[in-house]
Every structure is written in C-alpha cells, then in structure tokens.
C-alpha cells in the first residue's frame, strides 16, 4: 500500500528565516507529486506539482520553491520567510485519478 | 479569476435529514473530486468523478461537465459527519492542477 508522510507536523518560524518542508511517497514509482497551501480562512491553492525527478512546474508565485531530489521526495523550501506563507501546507501524490494527501504541515511564521 | 463556487459556505442538518452542496464551475472542467477535512486538517478523499454520478453509503455525488456543476447529496446525517467539506475541480489543461471550493461548513445537530 502507498504511504505519503510529510514532515514536520508543524512549525514556528521567524520571519527572514529559512524554511524546508519535506514529503515522502512510498509504495509508488514516478508518482505526479504536487504542494497545495492554505492561507488561513483562504482556499487551498496548487503551488508545485512534478511528474519525475528533476522536473518542476510552479503554479503559484509564491516566493517559495519545490525540489524533487528523488523519485520518492519532494521538498518545498525557501531562504527568507514572509509572514503571508503563514498556514497550512499539503502535499498530495496521484498516478492519474484522484490524488491522495498527507497529513499537512502548518506553519505559523512570526 | 476564480473557477469554483462553493455553496453554501455553511449548512446546519438536524439528525437524520439530508441536503446537498454544490459547486459551480466558470468553465469546463474535465473531473471533480470531493473532500473532507479531517481533525488534522489533511483532506480524505470522498468521490473521484469524471462525469455521472457515484453513491457511497449515505453520500452521493454527481458530476456534470456540460453544465458545469458538480453535486454532493447527504442523506441521513449523523452528528460525524459534522466537519468541512470541498470540491475541487480539475481542467484538461494542466496537469493534475486543481481548483478549489472555498469549502462549505456542515454542523449536524441533534
């Protein structure tokens, strides 16, 4: 069986500080690997997705940027937090139909 | 602009009654999936639909592409079934992009 683990569960961060949100497929090869945001009391919002290692499409300007090292990994970071990446932070595997998401991370940047 | 209209934004149900949610899409979209929030805030896949409709249980969704909306029918609600729920629509034109319902929270009152 497939398994999506995201790491960490949450977080607090300083503003202008570094930020690096991991995410784990198992159980699947060359899965479509996608980050999904929430801003608090906004709508979830696509920001990444990927198809294979290397390869990365951005959808939303975020300020933030997506890396997959691995076939199995997708890591969402950035060097300078603002206060608006505050919320919540899925990531979320399909290999075609509906995608499966893992537990979330939230974020508070202060 | 924004693709998904969600309604209603908030919907009480006493015990044992049914109503339905909908979203409305501003142009056509090739699937529809709804979710539900779960107490972590990751979201938990409820129906995967590319046209018609599909039945789980108490639950029931329909999907039509031509006249851009989408359906969820709850039918004898129990007091679990409180939580939020979301829709989020998938265009032919980006790969596995969706767009999300502003969510619609349901209350299930004894």
């Known amino acids: ?110 | 602009g924004d693709q998904v209209e969600q309604s209603p934004s908030a919907l009480s149900l006493h015990e044992g009654t049914g109503s339905a949610l909908r979203c409305n899409f501003t142009t056509t979209m090739r699937a529809v999936q709804w979710f539900r929030k779960n107490s972590r805030g990751s979201l938990i896949n409820l129906f995967y639909l590319a046209s018609g409709t599909k039945e789980n249980g108490r639950l029931k969704s329909a999907f039509d592409s031509k006249e851009r909306y989408s359906t969820l029918h709850i039918r004898d609600a129990q007091l679990e079934d409180s939580g939020t729920y979301f829709c989020a629509a998938e265009r032919g034109s980006a790969l596995g992009r969706l767009h999300f319902g502003a969510g619609t929270q349901l209350i299930v009152i004894p």
Do not use: M
């Open chain 1, 1 to 110: 069986a497939q398994t999506i683990h995201q790491w960490p569960v949450a977080e607090i961060k300083a503003v202008g500080s570094p930020l690096s949100l991991g995410c784990t497929i198992k159980g699947k090869s060359s899965p479509n690997l996608y980050w999904y945001w929430q801003a608090t009391g906004g709508t979830l919002q696509q920001l990444f997705y990927s198809i294979t290692v290397g390869q990365v499409e951005s959808v939303v300007q975020l300020n933030l940027s997506a890396s997959r090292p691995k076939d199995d990994q997708f890591i969402l970071s950035t060097e300078k937090l603002l206060l608006s990446h505050s919320g919540f932070y899925l990531c979320a595997w399909s290999s075609g139909e509906a995608p499966l998401f893992g537990e979330g991370t939230r974020l508070s940047v202060l």
